[in-house]
């Protein structure tokens, strides 16, 4: 202690803060030592810092500081001490006794448990054994399952069961892998394992490959297999209205009275193509068909991807190489005309929305209602613009009607498994107006090429059939009983050409209008029917007859056709509401005027005109009347006779073909051109005056034409036949004015208009300023001058006095 202190005191660089340090480090360990505390930082601090002297010197300093307590311990406690020793010394004799006995019991216990330490060995070593074997059993035991599990599981590959052979792998993974005791073994199963999973998922990615080429195919032949089976049933429903509609006609029963039937079809018509067994019990609802409608390799390939825990991957998948498929079936070739291909074109695309539902319903998670919907919505678009763009091109009717036709097909086939189709239907719907456009336009050379081709000859029919084809089919028939064979008809050939064009527009037209999503289209079908009929028929007619009727027989016979294309039209009209299922009472209401009007009154003009030319030929004859005659003739003068023979035989032959209503509106406008012939010739210059006789003569023509009107009360009615003579009427007044005793009645308005009302005063004043009495003829007053004057005469004088007056 004193040296440390005179160290410390020649340390003077250091001083006071050495000695601070030095007091605060023994202090810490004297208090470390008390607690019983681990002194090793002491010890690394002193031997890290160089300067172990320190820590023994203070070690040092800590002994000597607690020697003094010891020895004030000791002196307090030394007398206990001293009696604590005598007593153990007192027990020193027990414990030797003691230790003598325990070693003798020790030497009778070695011997006696010796040989029981003996059996204890060979027991636990025994025990071992035993516990080795059973272990080593166990694991024998796992290794033959597991070699079981990888018989199985080649087995199963080699068979193609990838499921099982999936199952069998899982089971040695999760079960066996981690309790293998081969590391060989275990490195074997690590590495396999996974190249299974991938050969699994090779083979199954090819088959679902290879069933992706294939059900393109299938899907043309299920598209064309469905649309197939809609048109049959469309016309089955066709065929049972066509036997509705003839049961209405030929019995006219109530609707109480007829009995239908319901078929029962099989169930969206494709059962045949879906089966119900496959590979690995895959059975849903998409095994091997008629058509090989085989989904097992899908759901076999997605039930492989679940178990592998690729799921999602292969749902992308999938939904990518189908929708680059449908894709792919929107290409139209440019190669081959949009009429031979658009068949193929749409049964591709319904065959794969047909699959698409079957999957839908059938394949779980595969894919979802919204995706199916999305893949329709660009189909769809696709279709319409197809469509926009062909109907654009396309300029024959029959061809936008085909195309037409099928599209509707493709819709009600997809409507039933719940696809919308308005927009395609919106699509025909559109391009209505340029299909009856083009209908109208093939339907006008049609026409024109049978009106050329009419001889203008009455139809010879020699067979009933020729008679059901060309009459009965249009109701042309005046009467319920068939005629003798062979048959003439009133008509020409043009007449049931001209028919059988219109009832193939109508037919066309209701086509075109059916199943388009329009329920009633009557109106429509009837608007185009009567642009058909009024502007296209009626125009051709007219055509005609100002080009090519150049006879009377011809002027005729298109007369006699226009009287049966009357009765035609109300055929047509009614053909048109029964194919649209618009009751007839309904048609009937809305019915229009005779669309051929026109073409009617031009032929009827045409035959009056020509018939009028042949009457003027014989009607010159009046130059030959004796105007100034002594005598009255009692057989009519000439021309008559030769107008009566014409006539008579015009009336025969012309009752043979021509309806009476016809016949009578052309002989009245004959018999008036007659009397209008008459009248100007006693007007004409040419006839400078005539006497009472010559009048007398004209009244007897007119009487025998009158006679002849009356003959043909047999042909028509009796009012028919007294409008035949008012045909007459301006001739016979005028004669009956001049024949009159009292011509001055004339100016009577009452008079007048009972017996004169045809007459002008104009022409009554000429021709009365013409007549001469026979006492006016020169030198024929000599005798008779003082005599008193005609009382007629003198009437006709104030009669023609009067009438200059008023003029």
Not at 254 to 262: A, E, N, T
Not at 503 to 526: A, T
Not at 701 to 712: G, K, Y
């Amino acid at each position: 202690m004193l040296s440390a202190k005179v160290r410390r005191k020649i340390a003077p660089s250091n001083g006071e803060t050495d000695n601070s340090a030095d007091k605060q480090e023994q202090l810490l360990l004297s208090a470390t030592i008390c607690n019983g505390e681990d002194l090793g930082p002491f010890v690394r601090k002193a031997f890290a810092s160089g300067k172990p002297e320190t820590l023994l010197h203070n070690l040092r300093h800590f002994a000597r500081s607690k020697e003094s307590e010891i020895e004030e311990v000791c002196k307090a406690h030394y007398q206990d001490f001293i009696l604590a020793v005598d007593d153990l010394r007192s027990l020193l004799s027990d414990v030797d006794s003691l230790k003598s006995s325990l070693s003798d019991s020790n030497s009778k216990l070695q011997s006696v448990a010796g040989p029981l330490l003996t059996s204890l060995d060979s027991y636990l070593e025994a025990q071992t054994v035993s516990h080795n074997v059973n272990l080593a059993l166990s694991l024998i035991f796992s290794c033959i399952k597991l070699s079981e599990l990888c018989s199985r599981s080649n087995y199963h590959l080699s068979r193609g069961n990838f499921y099982m052979a999936l199952k069998c792998v899982d089971s040695i993974e999760t079960e066996f892998l981690d309790k293998t005791p081969s590391s060989t073994l275990k490195r074997m199963l690590e590495k396999k394992i996974p190249e299974i999973r991938s050969h699994i998922e090779r083979n199954v990615s090819k088959e679902f490959g290879d069933w992706l080429v294939e059900i393109r195919v299938v899907s043309r032949n299920l598209g064309q297999l469905a649309i197939g089976q809609a048109s049959a049933a469309r016309q089955r429903e066709e065929d049972l209205r066509i036997k509705q509609r003839q049961a209405e006609e030929q019995s006219r029963l109530s609707l109480r009275d007829c009995v239908y039937s319901l078929q029962e079809e099989e169930e969206d018509g494709l059962s045949g193509v879906m089966g119900d067994d496959g590979k690995d019990g895959y059975g849903n609802g998409g095994g091997n068909g008629l058509l090989g409608f085989d989904l097992t390799p899908l759901y076999r390939a997605y039930h492989i991807h679940q178990t592998l825990g690729l799921e999602d991957r292969f749902k992308q998948y999938y939904f990518e190489n189908r929708k680059l498929q449908l894709t792919s079936d929107f290409q139209v070739s440019s190669m081959t005309p949009f009429l031979e291909s658009h068949q193929t074109f749409f049964a591709q695309i319904a065959g794969f929305f047909i699959v698409e539902d079957q999957i839908l319903r059938t394949g779980g998670d595969l894919i979802s209602r919204m995706e199916v919907e999305n893949l329709w919505e660009t189909a769809v678009s696709k279709m319409c613009s197809v469509l926009e763009d062909q109907f654009s091109r396309m300029q024959t009717a029959n061809h936008l009607l085909l195309i037409k036709d099928y599209v509707s097909l493709l819709g009600v086939t997809l409507r039933r498994y719940g696809y919308p189709v308005d927009a395609l239907l919106d699509v025909l719907s559109k391009h209505r107006d340029k299909y009856h456009e083009l209908l109208l336009s093939d339907c006008r050379k049609q026409i024109a090429e049978a009106l050329s081709a009419d001889k203008f000859e009455q139809m010879l029919m020699k067979k009933e059939y020729e008679y059901s084809m060309n009459v009965l089919s249009f109701q042309l028939q005046t009467s319920d009983i068939v005629p003798a064979f062979p048959y003439v008809a009133p008509f020409s050939t043009t007449v049931p050409d001209c028919c059988r064009i219109v009832r193939s527009f109508i037919e066309d037209s209701v086509s075109f209008m059916s199943y388009g999503g329009q329920l009633e289209f009557f109106d429509v079908v009837k608007k185009y029917l009567d642009r058909l009929l009024s502007e296209v028929l009626d125009e051709a007619l007219l055509k005609l007859i100002n080009a090519s009727v150049h006879g009377v027989s011809q002027a005729m016979q298109v007369a006699a056709n226009m009287a049966v294309l009357e009765r035609a039209c109300d055929f047509f009209f009614r053909h048109a509401a029964q194919l649209s299922g618009i009751p007839l009472r309904m048609a009937e209401r809305g019915r229009r005027q005779f669309p051929l009007n026109n073409a009617r009154d031009a032929a009827e003009e045409m035959l009056s005109g020509l018939l009028k030319q042949k009457v003027d030929g014989f009607m010159t004859l009046l130059e030959n009347v004796n105007w100034m005659a002594d005598e009255p003739t009692q057989s009519g003068n000439e021309y008559v006779n030769e107008v009566m023979i014409y006539l008579e035989t015009l009336v025969s032959t012309a009752q043979q073909i021509l309806p009476v209503p016809v016949l009578k509106r052309v002989m009245q406008d004959v018999l008036s051109h007659i009397s209008e012939m008459i009248v100007g010739a006693l007007l004409g210059d040419s006839v400078k005056r005539f006497n009472v006789n010559a009048i007398m003569g004209i009244d007897v023509d007119i009487r025998l034409l009158e006679s002849f009107a009356d003959n043909q009360a047999a042909l028509l009615s009796d009012g028919d036949a007294n409008q035949f003579k008012t045909a007459l009427a301006e001739a016979r007044q005028l004669i009956n004015l001049l024949l009159s005793n009292h011509p001055e009645n004339f100016l009577n308005p009452v008079i007048r208009e009972r017996s004169y009302n045809t007459l002008d005063y104009r022409k009554v004043m000429t021709v009365s300023e013409k007549l001469r009495d026979p006492s006016d003829r020169l030198f024929g007053t000599f005798g008779s001058r003082a005599a008193r004057q005609n009382p007629k005469k003198k009437s006709l004088d104030t009669l023609i006095k009067r009438l200059k007056d008023a003029n």
